[in-house]
Structures are given as C-alpha cells and as structure tokens.
C-alpha cells in the first residue's frame, strides 16, 4: 500500500521516527559484524509504504547515523548501494507477486545482504579508484561480512515482519478516519 497520506505532518512524523530507529539500531553495536535489522526495516517499508518511503528512510539512516559513526568517502556508495536495494524491491514488488510471498520477501530480504555489499565495493571502487583486480580484491575479502549482513537480515526479517506491517497497517487505516 503507498505512501499516500495526503496529511504531509504525519508523513514526515513517521518517517522521522522510523529514521530515528533504524540509524539507533544501526549504531547499536551487535557483537557480530554487519548485523542490524535496517535493511530488514528498509524493505518492509518499502512493501508496506512504497518506493518513495523506502528511499527517504535509506538515505536519513544512513546520513543520521553516520553523523555518530563517522562520515567518509563510504557514506556515499552506502546510500547508493540501499537505494540500489530499495528499487531492486520496489521494482519486484511492482512485477511479481512479491507481497503475498513470505518465503520469497525472506528470499530477497537475505540476499540483499550480498547485493549490498556488491554495491557498496562498486561504489568504493569508483570513489576510491580500485580498478581490475584491486576491486575484485576488495569484494571478495568483504564477502564474508556479507554474509553475516545476510544471515541477519533472514533473523531481522522473520522476527520484525509481522509487528511491523501490524503498525505500519494501522497507522496507514488512522490516517484514513
């Protein structure tokens, strides 16, 4: 269901609690590398509120919590590379029947964890001027973080699901009164 509530004051209320949630618990520091449940959150919200909401909530999580972890060349190819992930879903919720899918959304929602980390190392790569092997070199030492990033995002995703989309469906419905 899109993000279409015509009250602009309660669009931006969510969306800054929600910001404010995801760059928390991306700070929040798990004693295992790469997992956080905003890439969970990100997608759905993306499924529940639509492509816009997906990609204003990527980009404030990323830039709040980067204010505390510290802002470098790398903020940019991660706002890149969750904007990446946010239209690769949009794009599949749009195409298939992504939505009524929990095993395929749980699917994606894994494999984002890779194509993030992808995407993060093309976009360094650019920035940092990696090029032929010292990019290939760059991606393949980060593939097992990735996979922790991954293995996360199969927890976040089950867990967060149904209490998510429980809040989300009834905030969309109060706007509606």
Do not use: E
């Not at 499924?47 to 997906?54: D, E, N, R, V």
């Not at 090029?131 to 996979?147: E, K, M, R, V």
Request: aromatic share 12%; proline share 5%; hydrophobic share 55%.
């Amino acid at each position: 269901m899109p993000f279409t509530t015509p009250n602009r004051t309660r669009q931006v209320t969510l969306l800054a609690m929600l910001t404010a949630l995801c760059a928390a618990l991306r700070i929040v520091k798990i004693p295992i590398p790469n997992v956080q449940p905003v890439t969970a959150i990100l997608m759905l919200v993306t499924l529940q509120l639509g492509l816009a909401a997906g990609l204003i909530l990527a980009v404030n999580t990323m830039v709040l919590s980067n204010i505390f972890l510290g802002f470098g060349i790398w903020t940019i190819p991660q706002i890149g590379a969750y904007a990446g992930c946010i239209l690769l879903v949009g794009f599949l919720a749009r195409v298939t029947p992504l939505r009524r899918w929990f095993w395929a959304q749980l699917t994606l929602c894994g494999l984002l964890g890779f194509l993030y980390g992808f995407l993060v190392s093309l976009g360094m790569a650019v920035f940092g001027q990696l090029s032929g092997l010292g990019f290939w070199a760059y991606y393949l030492a980060g593939i097992p973080f990735d996979g922790y990033h991954a293995a996360g995002n199969l927890v976040f995703y089950f867990v967060l699901k149904k209490p998510l989309v429980l809040a989300l469906t009834k905030y969309q419905k109060s706007g509606q009164n």
